[in-house]
Each structure stands twice: as C-alpha cells, then as structure tokens.
C-alpha cells in the first residue's frame, strides 16, 4: 500500500521564480493538508483541501497557492519566490472523517537562491 | 490558539536505556489531540502514538508511551529500551478535534534531537 507520496524530492529555485509541488496522498485519503518546515524549526500549516477546495488555512501569504484535482492528488504553488521560503514543504494526507488519521510524505526540499 | 513547547534542543541516551522527551502544550479547547511524531534524516514524519483529551488510560504503542498529565498540561513521550535506530528528531503535536469539518491543522512544537549513543 503505497503511502503518501512527493515529487521533486530536491529543487533549486532563483529568487523571483514560480515553483509548483506535487502530492500523492495516501490510498483511500481524500484530505490533503501542507506543511512548511524550515531548518530546526517544526512544520507550520500552509492550507488543507478536501473536495477540491481549500478548507482552512495557516499564516501564509497569497503567493502560497494550491489545487486539488479529482482524484485527490494535490499541487503546492508559490510564486515570487523568497530566500526565505527554502525549507522543506511536507504534504500529508488524512481521511475525510479520522482526525488523527494522518500520513505524512518525505517531503520537498526547496532551496531558493 | 494553540501551543506546544519542548524545551529539550537535544538528548544523548545510552542505548538500551528509557528515555523521556518533554511535551507541553496550551490551549482553550476542551477536545483536544496529542500526538508524537518521529522525523529521522529522510524527512518524513512518523506517526508514534497519539492521546485523546478525554481518554482515561494512557496511551501506549509497543516501546512507545505516553505520560500524560492533563492538570499540567504535559505529554511526555517515554521510549523504553531505547535503540540505534531511535536517532532521530522527535515532534509533540496537537489538534483541534472539535471542528467543523473532521480534520483540523496540526500544531507542532520545535522538536527535540535524540541521539542514542552505544
């Protein structure tokens, strides 16, 4: 049973670019929740969705960004990118009821330059 | 809103000794989650074990256990004979569980380092 899974699992970005982050939940999870986690720091929450629309989400700026597809697959986006956003981006998937049901990926590490 | 603090950057442990990783948390939900995730160099997160507010026994899983004191608003997690591979960060975590919508954020302290030494 294949769990949660991430792609790139490294990126370099120029300041300035547009990056976009993919995730696979987990077989039957329908709930997809990002993370950021910068260095030595505990992850912080960017947003969630479930049904295709954003359902809640963190102190992030607009230039964080998402997408829910139908088969529950999800897209992280950030634009403008800043020094600071290089961490690593952790996406977690969840079933739609269980609230503690969540599998974590490896992650996405960005390094933006 | 929610907060968690561990206070220990890092731990050296023995191995095959028990070892205690300080959780506290604060918040103004009645309902409330704890969990404890491990995060080895590969970054993913590892789910350990997790404890309900209103649940009565503490929570165990295998050499995993949790210590929680609710009056002191602590969660501790205790890793009994500990192992080489149990080097890794470790994360207290905590959630929201009465909502709206079945799944809320989770909330993570800083983590702690723990180094198992032979």
């Known amino acids: 049973d294949a769990g949660v899974t991430q792609s790139p699992t490294h990126l370099i970005k120029t300041r300035g670019q547009q990056v976009t982050l993919r995730c696979s939940p987990k077989s039957g999870h329908d709930t997809v929740s990002w993370y950021q986690q910068a260095l030595g720091q505990g992850p912080q929450f960017i947003f969630q969705?479930?049904?295709?629309?954003?359902?809640q989400r963190g102190n992030f700026p607009d230039r964080f960004s998402g997408h829910q597809f139908p088969n529950y697959s999800s897209e992280l986006n950030v634009n403008a990118l800043l020094l600071g956003d290089s961490a690593l981006y952790l996406c977690?998937?969840?079933?739609?009821?269980?609230?503690?049901?969540?599998?974590f990926g490896s992650g996405t590490r960005l390094t933006v330059v | 809103a929610q907060k968690i603090t561990q206070t220990q950057p890092g731990m050296f442990v023995q191995e095959k000794e028990a070892v205690t990783l300080d959780c506290t948390y604060d918040t103004s939900d009645p309902s409330y989650g704890l969990f404890w995730y491990k995060q080895p160099s590969s970054g993913e997160m590892i789910f350990l074990i997790y404890q309900g507010s209103y649940d009565q026994q503490n929570a165990t899983e295998g050499r995993y256990s949790l210590n929680f004191q609710k009056a002191r608003k602590s969660a501790n997690l205790v890793i009994s004979a500990s192992q080489l591979g149990d080097s890794a960060m470790y994360f207290c975590a905590m959630i929201n569980l009465i909502s709206n919508f079945g799944n809320e954020k989770l909330t993570f302290g800083t983590g702690t380092r723990l180094t198992i030494i032979p």
């Open positions: 969705y479930y049904e295709e629309e954003e359902r």
């Open positions: 977690a998937s969840s079933p739609g009821q269980a609230r503690y049901g969540y599998t």
